[in-house]
Nanobody, 121 residues
Framework: QVHLVESGGGLVQAGGSLRLSCAAS????????MGWFRQAPGKEREFVGY????????YYPDSVKGRFTISRDNAKNTVYLQMNNLKPEDTAVYYC??????????????WGQGTQVTVSS
């Protein structure tokens, strides 16, 4: 079992930045690929990127590419989501997820409880 706790959400103006953190516990963090997702009210959960467990490679969908960056610190059992040039449409609850399988854009086994990000115009 992997327990995930997100933090760092809040209210920010359009064009601003936030860094979300996701702290993991319960298993060897470096054994897990990590993903980030978001869900806005009335919308389906959306994949916003992942970071590999094997070589720290990352992948982002076009909606956030160039603005969002995922990194991980295995010594701290933490994955980060740096969000720059935020837009009102980035407003959502953001979730981190973990899975031993690589390169997933869905179907992660473990999920955090989410943290709210609100971008004002």
């Amino acid at each position: 079992q992997v327990h995930l706790v997100e933090s760092g959400g809040g209210l920010v103006q359009a064009g601003g930045s936030l860094r979300l953190s996701c702290a993991a516990s319960g298993r060897t963090f470096s054994d897990y690929a990590m993903g980030w997702f978001r869900q806005a009210p009335g919308k389906e959960r959306e994949f916003v990127g992942y970071i590999s467990r094997s070589d720290n490679s990352t992948y982002y969908p076009d909606s956030v590419k160039g603005r969002f960056t995922i990194s991980r610190d295995n010594a701290k059992n933490t994955v980060y989501l740096q969000m720059n040039n935020l837009k009102p449409e980035d407003t959502a609850v953001y979730y981190c997820a973990a899975d031993r399988r690589e390169f997933l854009v869905a179907g992660y086994n473990y999920w955090g409880q989410g943290t709210q990000v609100t971008v004002s115009s």
